[in-house]
């Protein structure tokens, strides 16, 4: 059974526009929630994370959206670029194993 | 710092061959995590080892895959003989042991035909 669910499975969204990846999870346990970013031939590389004691976090371009009751959350890619093209997983531990979502492949288009 | 490093990168054997994956962590990374991503799918954890320990192999599909960390070090993954499910792309992760932060390396991407 998939613990994290994510969708869209693929996005295509024009340079300057917001990207919105989301994620849903069934364990309340969960008490970490990183996103990844992964280019093509390279390894998923730590994007941003939340914990569940904030509703939202914000790096530069990038925010998570965190609703703890509906165990859901997202990730918004604001003014989207051309450089942001790659395979977004989002994430979720206890604090030993991650369990993944599937993936979502990005492409932004100039 | 230098980050994890997999090798080789890519591997294709047949069906029955054994294989043997390598992942050289971060120095100072007692964490060290084996994944693997079949096309399409999600990352699915394989196992954890917490220096030379195995904390946690509850993800290794079946008895045909060994993983192994020498010294607390670098590990091997080893799957004798591998089938055709096998396939996919072989994650090593690492991190230290008071943060959730894992850093990956590139990969191996298994095929076997």
């Known amino acids: 059974q998939q613990q994290v669910k994510q969708s869209p499975q693929s996005l295509i969204v024009q340079k300057g526009g917001i990207s919105i990846i989301n994620c849903a999870y069934e364990?309340?346990?969960?008490?970490?929630f990183p996103w990844y970013q992964q280019f093509p031939g390279k390894g998923p590389a730590l994007l941003i994370a939340?914990?569940?004691?904030?509703s939202e976090k914000k790096e530069g371009r990038f925010t998570i959206s965190f609703n703890k009751s509906a165990k859901q959350f997202s990730l918004h890619i604001m003014d989207s670029q051309p450089g942001d093209s790659a395979t977004y997983f989002c994430?979720?531990?206890?604090?030993?194993?991650?369990?993944f979502g599937t993936g979502t492949s990005l492409t932004v288009i100039p | 710092e230098a980050g994890v490093t997999q090798f080789p990168s890519h591997s294709v054997i047949e069906k029955g061959q054994t294989v043997t994956l390598r992942c050289d962590p971060i120095?100072?990374?007692?964490?060290l995590y084996w994944y693997r991503r079949v096309m399409g799918k999600e990352i699915k954890f394989l196992l954890h080892f917490v220096k030379e320990s195995k904390q946690d192999e509850s993800g290794m599909p079946n008895n045909r895959f060994l993983a192994e960390r020498t010294g607390g070090t670098y590990s091997t993954l080893k799957v004798q003989p591998a089938e055709l499910e096998d396939s996919g792309v072989y994650f090593c992760a690492s991190s230290r042991l008071d943060t959730y932060g894992y850093t990956f390396g590139s990969g191996t991407r298994l095929t076997v035909v």
């Open positions: 120095s100072g990374h007692d964490n």
């Open positions: 994430a979720a531990t206890t604090g030993n194993q991650f369990y």
């Open positions: 939340i914990r569940p004691d904030v």
């Open positions: 364990n309340t346990a969960f008490d970490y």
